[in-house]
């Protein structure tokens, strides 16, 4: 898949190479920028959304519905196909990023019907902070496909699906915190809030539709109400290891991807490596926000 780095700025925009030669077996991974508002799993410092984006070799693409490795000559990313099975792939190519995925804490699912209308189902996604080159970013999953390709130019243009959300969580109390995952349910504004479907693919986490409030048992006072949301789920590591701990009065950054608009409400429930719950927070935005595929958006922070 491809790993992002990503900033508050606009998001991935891999440099172009010399195309391949016709039949070398090697489609060149390419990427659009995401744009941020702030005026396949990627690897992305969430301070410059823009420019730290990049691919993760060994994660997979599904290419026509079969999946295919990222490799790497040190500089480039591609899909290195053994000249059998490239000369055996249609003129025209359909790509999905990631291929079905359920390992290491991202569980996706990817429907590829070429250039009818395909799915992609996201269940959980995996934020693993890490250092690329001694800079401090994040592996994170962006879904993203190309429209259809002719095999022989030798390069695949990957084009977002969703839009992205970058979260803060912030520790102001005195104790140290090690959190293993996170839920965030995205409620939009009244009605049910539209899915972004994008070249024809559509994006949506499993738990999407009408939702309870988050909280424990008996926390929740008064008459809550029933909203359409998208229950989306983190599981934190750091260099891979499960959890990831926030000192008192710092915070961490991630981004992850939207897949409803607009969104109005937001609750966070964090938990602890043994799933205690740590944490549940309210953040309501100012106004509805309107999401865009390809578009990156700031919360304000979540303060615990």
Known sequence: MKTYRLTTLALLALLPIACSKEGDGRLRLYAEDMHSDDGGKVWVDPAYVSTSASWVTGEQINL???PYSIA???ENHYLNIDETAFSSLPDNLYA??????N????NITVTNNGSSTSTIIINSLAVNFRNNNATAGHDIIFPMATG???KNNGKLLFKHLTGGMKLTLAKNTANDCTIGSVKVVVYGNGAAPNPIMAY??????AAQGPVLPSGEIGANNGNQTVGYASEMHFALKDNGADGKTITSGSSISFVVPVTITPIKRLIVTGYGTDGTQLFVKDKILPSAQTIQANHMYNIPAINF
């Open 72 to 74: 790497s000559n040190g």
């Open 200 to 205: 024809n693919v559509t994006t949506r986490w």
């Open 96 to 101: 999905i990023y990631p291929a079905s995925v």
């Open 64 to 66: 026509n519905g079969a």
């Open 103 to 106: 390992a290491d804490g991202n």
């Open 148 to 150: 259809l390709t002719d």
